[in-house]
């Protein structure tokens, strides 16, 4: 039994032990370096203790040159619910579950850390609504099995949470999709590329025209959509050009696929491209449940990470949210009206909004997103903050207490006293005061992971 006084020794130092049995892990310092091994521990006197399967002896480093570590592997957190609501937060916090309530300036949620998370309204940026609640299908990846590779089984290669093409070739999954979806991946390249997506596939080892699919196009600079329908042949639907890939080597990419509509739209680094429709009268036509990437490119040359397949209750988000005045919250409809003023109160089954002195009550099941209006909530991450990420996309900030063998206990000062499984984390970072967070689970890897053999 350790005595209270040294155990507030131990936190205020910043003292936390890993698991009995560390995952295999990946360091990554600020200079962009990184190495393979398990996390040790961490301690204020000796820094962070790495074990390196080449060195007789742990490795220590500074903890003001650690960027982050990601883990191998993460278990999505157990929940005995289906979240249908994303809550952002103005310092970057993000996690799924039900709404409560919103009243005295407070927003109350369910999560899968507790069933009453209570925050002050002013931290929350926005809340995302899904009708048929967030079901995520698959993330990764974390290997190639339940992949299909094309001829040849090197044409891509699994590395450290990434597949890397080594020439032209595909790599395919049936995901089983039967409904509206999204996918999301980060794409990293070297060169000039130009990668195929084939949407809703019913084959994933070849091409075959002879079924019904969609084929997104997309090279440095631009992207295209086709409709590829059995027996009528393919047919263009429509081109957009991204410029900001041009002068960039990774971006984030979302498409979102509406069964319901017969339309796809196309994300880059959250900003809305193009949305294309397809004019034909039978509507969606590709049956499968396939997503199919091929490459186009030398060896080496596409580095694909972070893999989220979800279901999507198919109902369209706001195209631009630039025309949105500041000082006021925004309420964005199914049927894509907006409700500028303030939102007062928000309980099962309605909202309650104030929009030019007039009250409004708005039933919940018409709402698509809120957004709340800006304001002097402090959003800069202060010494000592780590943020800790989780399977789906959900993260995290807060002060680390400890790091046991059960259990990861910390301070957020968005939620107050929090305890987490250390199996759920993704990866955790340090130093965020004097980093930027480009959103990318790989620091230093976009320009350099053609050299790691």
């Known amino acids: 039994m350790i005595k209270k006084s040294l155990l507030t020794f131990i936190f205020s130092v910043g003292f936390f032990v890993c698991a009995d049995e560390p995952r295999p892990a990946i360091l990554h310092l600020i200079d962009g370096s990184s190495l393979h091994g398990t996390l040790d521990g961490i301690s204020h006197t000796n820094g962070l203790v790495w074990q390196h399967p080449a060195a007789r002896q742990p490795l220590q480093f500074t903890l003001t040159n650690i960027q982050q570590v990601r883990f191998e592997k993460a278990e999505p957190p157990a929940r005995d ?31 899968w850390f507790g069933d009453e998370i209570q925050a002050s309204l002013p931290a929350l940026e926005a809340i995302l609504f899904s009708a048929r609640g967030y079901n995520l299908i698959y993330e990764g990846p974390t290997g190639t099995n339940g992949w299909r590779i094309g001829r040849n089984p090197r044409s891509w290669e699994y590395r450290d949470g990434a597949f890397i093409a080594n020439g032209a070739d595909l790599l395919g999954r049936d995901f089983g999709l039967t409904g509206s979806s999204t996918l999301e991946f980060d794409l990293s390249w070297n060169s000039h590329f130009s990668m195929s997506i ?93 997503i199919v990437f091929f490459s186009q490119v030398d060896a080496r040359a596409l580095r694909l990470s972070n893999i989220r397949v979800a279901e999507w209750d198919g109902r369209f988000e706001p195209d631009s949210l630039t025309n949105i005045p500041p000082d006021m919250d925004a309420v964005f409809l199914a049927n894509r009206d907006k409700v500028f003023g303030k939102v007062l109160a928000l309980e099962p089954g309605k909202a309650t909004v104030e929009a030019k002195q007039t009250k409004l009550e708005i039933p919940l099941e018409r709402v698509t997103q809120i957004r709340f209006a800006k304001n002097d909530s402090e959003t800069n991450t202060v010494p000592g903050e780590v943020r800790a990420s989780f399977p789906g996309g959900e993260s995290v900030v807060f002060q680390l207490e ?41 620091p230093g890897k976009e320009l350099d992971f053609l050299d790691f053999e």
Request: glycine residues 10%; aromatic residues 10%.
């Open 198 to 290: 084939t949407l809703y596939a019913s084959v994933i080892d070849r091409f075959d025209y002879s079924s019904s699919a969609y084929l997104v196009y997309l090279s440095t600079g631009s992207v295209s959509v086709q409709r590829v329908q059995a027996g009528a042949g393919a047919a263009t639907l429509g081109q957009a050009q991204i410029p900001e890939m041009g002068h960039r080597n990774k971006m984030h990419f979302e498409i979102r696929c509406n069964k319901e509509e017969a339309t796809i739209s196309l994300y880059a680094d959250g900003k809305f491209i193009q949305r294309w429709k397809d004019p034909g009268a039978t509507g969606f036509v590709a049956k499968g449940g396939g």
């Open 402 to 442: 400890e790091w046991s063998t059960n259990q990861v206990t910390g301070t957020s000062r968005t939620f107050g006293p929090l305890t987490f499984d250390p199996k759920n984390i993704r990866q955790i970072q340090f130093n965020l005061e004097t980093q930027s967070d480009s959103g990318s689970d790989e």
């Open 81 to 111: 619910f289906t979240p249908t609501c994303r809550f952002q937060f103005k310092n970057g916090d993000e996690l799924m579950g039900n709404i409560r309530e919103i009243s005295g300036g407070k927003v109350r949620f369910q999560s």
